[in-house]
């Protein structure tokens, strides 16, 4: 699937010039505004409004609904008071309800959202109309809150340590908070104005409303906050808290006869201080992330590296700060920091115990607001020389990353730099293999105009590697480059120790309104290489993209939310020589009974297109037509049972390859502190153009090999989640993974741009079969969590990991294969975590 499919948006080109006439209007000015009430006796926080600021304080009772109709009277009241003192903010929402009994508030794990009843809160402190803090409970006490950041995106990782009580009683519910200063930034000045939006959920009538009214037809969330003032006196004092941890792992391990067990003990701590009242520090030493879930199994038989999701509560939390360009992870892929020893295939020994990960030895960040305009993210981090019987697996490596970034007229313009560098300790085995240092530099901006109407917005990158003249010869032929295409006109240079690249991004785009609609620039020059610490998949490439789309503003007779977008992508080398093309179009519903269905159609290469990367370093390949088939059918959320089943068919190379999936899935909800989630996919793959090998007969003649691939794929995913209080919660997650294949019709490239499909190929007497493959793992974990006071937790965590590849190669039995995965010996982990939050 394309990278423009998962992402689908980059940057621009040109806007009418009846749009830029209007592209120096004032920005928007915040819809509602009013004045905080000074708490000079601090409430009690227990849910009731018997305290004598909420009696003093201004009433807020002007919520709108926004979901599913835009700005409509809303079916049920609500109110909110608004108070602080100098170290905490204070917020009463009363959610009135005629049916009380009616409450949805079921209990889960903090920071997993479930179909309950909900009041959020989203406070801009540093009043920059792109940032914000969220904070939301459900009746039963349960919390999730979050970082919002470029607007309108959300980061849930953040933790805030703050307080709320909620109460059910004969007019609906109440929400009572306090949230410590100490949380939040904001400026060094006398008197603070801070942006404001209370939202409330009703999940029986799937209703949303707020103060001020938020419009889903415009873009961003922190822009249409309303601005509330008056906070005179607030502390500054620097914010410290540490968090101590402690680990006790025990580990078996498949040996010769039978397992090998070791016991390990360590010791680390998270650290955040207050730089004033703006600059926060985050710092971890040693750190541990046993309780991270694992990643999802998969074989990747294309070109390119699998992207997987960061999951470490550290890099995961506050990564929006260095968010750059249209795609982030382009530029800073925190999983290259502690990544998987590159160097491991070196290592001969099939008994030897490779690390899986580089150990992060200590790593910091510093981030937040410089001046009222300027927000900053700066991140440092080392990690250990890892050595297996004295080979060099992965070096020691120093990471560095900044971002600076710049708004003006009230957040609708922004001008940001951001730069990285990576320097490794290479020694003389690991110096031929790996390059020593790389670095990255760019600028982008962002300007919108006509009120919040249109944005256009660039960036521009150059980067720069260094390395022995053996490591850049590597990087010259990988796939992410490929300088040795025969008919691609660039230079591979054997004496080559350094590389350079650009990359270039521009978008305009129409991002409020019903109607919308994109156009996307990108352009990487052959040279330009980011993976030392970002995500590239690919250098000499690029595409421009146009798209239009709609979404409903209110309900309709047949639906109660629906959109639909259409598409188009052309790829093209950095030169400007056509590559693939697609044309795509995807319809969303959510039908008035609460059933949701996605319809996605696509075609690529529907007038031609070549593929460079398909022979793996050799010549072009032409790409016949495929057409493609997506569906996603799910019940309606409120239901204690929700099937869904998502489906897809591809048809391509003249009717030669076909692929076919489904994945039914079932959540249940069996009570309302019980959650259990079980689904199954299967996978049907025919593709009679797969890549088998090249082989080099001679100096000058390599073969390239492809044949017909037939593979199955079978996993199943089981989730339980039993949350016994909003403090204590267990977790339980299993994956267990089979894939096979087989190859046949072995066949050799003939003419790659040969417009006939048969013409492309002919038999091969360079190989005379190729041995399939039978891939089977299962990932599991089981995690207790107990936040026994605000911030501090222990940790029991079980994981155990299976795998094997040796046996059955290409022939695929479910229950065999099955049978067979679970009799493989295990890698077993036990782990005790605890960590002690201290503020000062």
Known sequence: MHTHRVRRALLSLVVTAGVIRHAHAQAPVAPVALRATLAVRAPEIDGRMNDDVWQQATVIDGFRQFDPTEDAAPGMRTEARIAYD???????????????????????????????????????????????????????????????????????????????????????????????????????????????????????????????????????????????????????????????????????????????????????????????????????????????????????????????????????????????????????????????????????????????????????????????????????????????????????????VARLLTEMRGGESSVGAMFTNVERSLDAPSMPYLRSGASLGGVDGRHRFSRGTYEVAGSIAASRVNGSAPALARTQRNAVHYFQRPDDGLAYDTTRTSLDGTS????????????????????????????????????????????????????????RSASWFVGHWQEMSASGASRENTLESELRLELPSGIRFTGDLWGDNLYGGFCDRCTRGGPILKRSPDANFLFNLAADARARVLPQVAAIYTVADGGRSSLWRVRPYVTVNAASNIHWELGTRYQRNRDNTQWVTNVALSPTDTRYVFGRLDQHLLSFTARLDYTMTPALSLQLYAEPFVTTGQYDQLRELADGRASDYANRFRPTTALASAEGFNEKSFNSNAVLRWEYRPGSALFLVWQQGREQGDRDAGRFDAVHDYRNLFSARPDNVFLVKGSYWLAF
């Not at 410290?240 to 941890?245: D, G, N, Q, R, V």
């Not at 991002?511 to 690919?538: K, P, Q």
Request: charged share 25%; proline share 5%.
């Open 86 to 400: 100098a170290r905490n903010l204070y917020v009463f929402v009363r959610s009135f309800d005629p049916r009380p009994d009616s409450l949805v508030g079921m209990l889960s794990r903090r920071d997993v959202k479930t179909p309950s009843e909900q009041v959020k809160l989203i406070i801009d402190s540093y009043h920059d109309r792109r940032t914000g803090f969220e904070f939301a409970v459900n009746p039963v006490g349960v919390k999730r809150d979050y970082y919002l950041h470029d607007d309108v995106n959300e980061d849930d990782t953040w933790d805030g340590v703050w307080d709320v009580a909620t109460r059910v009683d004969s007019l609906g519910w109440t929400a009572e908070y306090r949230i410590p200063l100490s949380q939040l930034r904001y400026p060094k000045v006398a008197e603070h104005t801070m942006g404001f939006l209370v939202l409330r959920e009703v999940a029986r009538t799937k209703e949303r409303m707020s103060w001020p009214l938020l419009r889903l037809s415009k873009r961003g969330v922190a822009s249409q906050l309303a601005d509330v003032s008056g906070f005179v006196g607030l502390s500054t004092s620097r914010r410290a808290e540490i968090a101590p941890y402690t680990v006790a792992r025990q580990s078996s391990r498949p040996a010769v006869n039978g397992f090998r067990g070791t016991t390990e003990g360590s010791a680390g701590a998270d650290l955040k201080l207050g730089l004033g009242s703006a600059l926060t520090l985050d710092a971890t030493v040693n750190p541990d992330f046993g309780q991270v879930e694992a990643d999802p199994a998969v074989l990747n038989l294309g070109a390119f590296e699998t992207f997987f999701e960061e999951r470490r509560p550290f890099f995961v939390e506050g990564n929006g700060i260095f968010g750059f360009g249209e795609n982030s992870s382009r530029y800073f892929y925190s999983r290259r920091i502690g990544r998987a020893p590159q160097l491991a295939g070196l290592v001969d020994d099939p008994l030897a115990t490779v690390p899986r990960a580089s150990a992060l030895q200590a790593a910091a960040k510093v981030s937040g607001h410089l001046t009222a305009s300027t927000s900053l993210g700066v991140l440092a981090a080392r990690t250990a020389h890892e050595r297996v019987g004295g080979l060099t697996v992965e070096p020691g490596t120093t990471y560095g």
């Open 504 to 559: 270039i991004e521009a978008r305009a785009e129409k991002v409020a309104g019903a109607y919308r609609w994109r156009l996307d620039y990108l352009r990487n020059s052959a040279g330009f290489e980011t993976n030392d610490v970002g995500f590239l998949e690919r250098a000499d490439w690029g595409y421009r993209h146009a798209e239009i789309n709609w979404r409903s503003v209110k309900p309709a007779k047949h639906w």
